[in-house]
């Protein structure tokens, strides 16, 4: 019966002001104030404190604010209830990743899975690595796929898979001569290389040290499509897992050729969600049909 009320406390707090959080709700300021000055009337004592434009919650308002969240926590669990009696007609997930493979492995994920639940909307947001695990901490998406991600507290794996990193050449490049090939042998061409900001770059490095070599890239990004394309375009190769090509590799316009180093560890992929809520019916099935295609392509 109050839950916009409850919703509207719950993100003002979250955001840090009543502008940010009509922002994020698509609400006018003016209908969060006055909501918050109802409530507020009604327990006969402030809320927050207004101090140079900015709230801070009264002792009064922390109670509020965990009788709030424990409410929607409460509401959640029921609306999952529900859409687990009504089965996977209907419902919703989210889905936190980063760019490289909202742009290559899960195109063809998601397509098969809207083709089997029509019913269900699907949410997919791409983010840098330590925003993407926050985001499901945060209860914002229910799970997260992302390479080597850390350990975090409050999270479970639901499916974690190896992928070895190759050269990524095209098509009649010298090096697709042999099945595979060494760092050492890529050295010779123009290189275009993950940039530090992704994990990838971090286990390259590592394996250049150990093997004493050394690298002058022509570019380094964080965009695995712009490389992708500058190889296409003959600009150079680069190196990366064969999840980041799958769509370049099946038409033909990419050849990836494993390298064979073995100081070169392969990146670790992760599924993971919150360890202290179960996953409600439409989240979990789309967890099952990651986790089966990425089985699938892990099946020689």
């Known amino acids: 019966m109050h839950a916009k009320v409850i919703r509207y406390l719950v993100e003002v707090v979250r955001a840090g002001s009543i502008r940010k959080a009509a922002e994020q709700l698509h609400v006018a300021p003016t209908a969060i104030n006055r909501q918050l000055l109802i409530l507020e009337d009604q327990f006969g004592t402030p809320l927050f404190e207004r101090i140079r434009g900015r709230l801070r919650l009264t002792p009064v308002g922390e109670i ?22 009504r089965g996977l007609h209907q419902g ?6 980063t760019a490289g493979l909202a742009g290559s492995f899960l195109p063809t994920v998601i397509s098969r899975f809207r083709a089997l639940h029509p019913g269900i909307q699907l949410r997919v947001v791409d983010l840098p690595i330590a925003a993407v695990l926050r985001s499901v901490a945060d209860g914002d998406s229910d799970i997260a796929l992302a390479y080597d991600a850390p350990h ?18 095209p098509r009649g490049h010298p090096l697709t001569a042999n099945a595979t090939t060494v760092l050492a042998e890529c050295i010779g061409y123009p290189l275009i290389l993950p940039a530090q900001a992704l994990s990838i770059r ?3 490095d590592g394996a250049f040290g150990r093997s004493a070599i050394s690298v002058s890239p022509i570019l380094e990004s964080t965009s695995t499509a712009l490389m992708r394309r500058l190889v296409i375009a003959g600009d150079g ?3 990366l897992n064969r999840l980041d090509i799958i769509e370049d590799h099946r038409d033909g316009s990419l050849v990836f050729v494993p390298l064979r180093d073995a100081v070169l560890r392969p990146q670790t992929l992760t599924l993971v969600t919150r360890a202290s809520t179960p996953l409600a019916p439409s989240a979990q099935r789309l967890a099952d049909q990651i986790a089966d295609s990425l089985d699938t392509l892990l099946t020689p």
């Open 64 to 85: 509020v604010l965990a009788h709030a969240r424990g409410t929607l926590h409460e509401f959640e669990l029921v609306r999952r209830r529900v859409e687990a009696v």
């Open 92 to 97: 919703e997930a989210t889905l936190s990743t």
């Open 152 to 169: 975090t507290a409050g999270l479970r794996s639901l499916f974690t898979s190896d992928w070895p990193i190759g050269a990524v050449v």
């Open 202 to 204: 971090g286990i390259l």
């Open 237 to 239: 190769i680069t190196f």
